[in-house]
């Protein structure tokens, strides 16, 4: 996946884990990051059947861009997301 910048870039990928939890029914069990720049992420995704019965639509609908997403701290990166349920 890439993006224009990290804020971009961790906004397409929270919603393509959206995406793909909707639309496989899936729960999300590990997440393996193989490499990561500022405009590009690669990850590895394991996954099990959600519990039946359990609608995944209503629970996250997306990841938004409000204010300031990402940014470079002394001890790493620190981000802030606002998800539309």
């Known amino acids: 996946m890439e993006g224009s910048d ?3 870039l961790l ?3 929270l ?9 496989r029914g899936r729960r999300l069990t ?3 990051i193989d490499s990561i720049s ?7 995704l394991v996954g099990k059947p959600a519990p039946a019965g359990r609608d ?3 629970e996250v ?3 938004t861009r409000s204010g300031k997403l990402v940014e470079k701290t ?3 990166w620190s981000a802030k997301v606002v998800l539309d349920v």
């Open 56 to 58: 995944l639509a209503v």
């Open 61 to 63: 609908k997306s990841a």
């Open 38 to 44: 500022d405009k590009k992420l690669e990850a590895t």
């Open 11 to 13: 906004i397409l990928w």
């Open 74 to 76: 002394k001890d790493g």
């Open 15 to 23: 919603n393509e884990l959206v995406f793909l939890i909707q639309t």
């Open 30 to 32: 590990a997440l393996r």
């Open 6 to 8: 990290p804020g971009d």
